[in-house]
């Protein structure tokens, strides 16, 4: 028995390291097929910002090898980024032998609605959110500063801005997964509604610049990702509380 046991996590182990392998490998080659176009891809990122400064400002390097660093740097993370896809696939595959079938075919759709809307969230931030953010900060900087910003710290920033947009629009599948594992449930959510609009703008307002227009355009599109996950949670709650009744044995009376 012990033997088996080793076997099997030693097995297990083995096909972890095969996944983590592919998935290094398909970053590796996406970053290479990349790194040639990498001061495109910062400049591209950086249009947002470019657009709002003044005539003749630019930006700039306070650190000596900042120029070369960062554009590689960025071009990483958007390895990884475009890798996504891959990445869920082999934690899928390394994860789905120990499913149940139905257990499966409810855990790949909340696999590909999870990435398409955190590439959503990201598009929103990049064209809705910065061209806003950027403009109001550029309106309100003092009389006579000029406005010069770091090319690592405005990555730091576009980087963090991303990364919050993105999970934000998680919200649907947060809410199917806590009401599919019980943690709570359609008709409670919908019972809380007035206070899950008044909690996202209140992220509206630490997401967004400090106008009722940035807040309300982060915080209506998560309110509807927030409608469309409880729609959609009735399902998962509906198909689990079926299979567990289904393997209920009879009793014959």
């Known amino acids: 028995m012990?033997?088996?046991?080793?076997?099997?996590?030693?097995?297990?182990l083995i096909e972890l390291r095969k996944r983590l392998l592919n998935c290094i490998i398909a970053v590796f080659v996406i970053f290479l097929a990349l790194i040639y176009f990498a001061n495109d891809i910062y400049h591209l990122v950086a249009a947002p910002m470019i657009l709002q400064m003044p005539a003749g400002a630019s930006m700039i390097a306070t650190d000596v090898a900042s120029p070369f660093f960062t554009p590689i740097k960025l071009t990483i993370i958007v390895s990884i980024f475009i890798a996504v896809p891959i990445i869920l696939y082999q934690v899928w595959a390394f994860v789905a032998p120990a499913l149940y079938r139905h257990e499966r075919n409810l855990v790949m759709p909340l696999l590909f609605f999870s990435t398409l809307l955190f590439y959503v969230g990201v598009a929103f931030a990049y064209f809705i959110i910065c061209p806003l953010a950027f403009g109001f900060f550029a309106k309100i900087a003092p009389q006579g500063v000029t406005i010069a910003t770091d090319i690592t710290h405005y990555l730091d920033f576009m980087m963090t801005l991303f990364m919050a947009f993105g999970v934000s629009f998680e919200v649907p599948v947060v809410i199917v997964l806590l009401c599919w594992s019980g943690i709570t449930t359609p008709e409670y959510l919908k019972k809380k509604r007035s206070y899950i609009l008044v909690g996202m703008f209140i992220?509206?307002?630490?997401?967004?610049?400090?106008?009722?227009?940035s807040q309300t355009l982060l915080a209506i599109p998560m309110y509807c990702l927030f409608e469309v996950g409880v729609f959609f949670s009735r399902y998962y709650v509906s198909s689990e509380s079926s299979q567990r009744k289904s393997k209920v044995p009879h009793q014959n009376i």
């Open 2 to 12: 012990v033997i088996e046991d080793t076997q099997s996590l030693i097995s297990h």
């Open 203 to 213: 992220i509206g307002m630490l997401f967004t610049p400090p106008d009722v227009f």
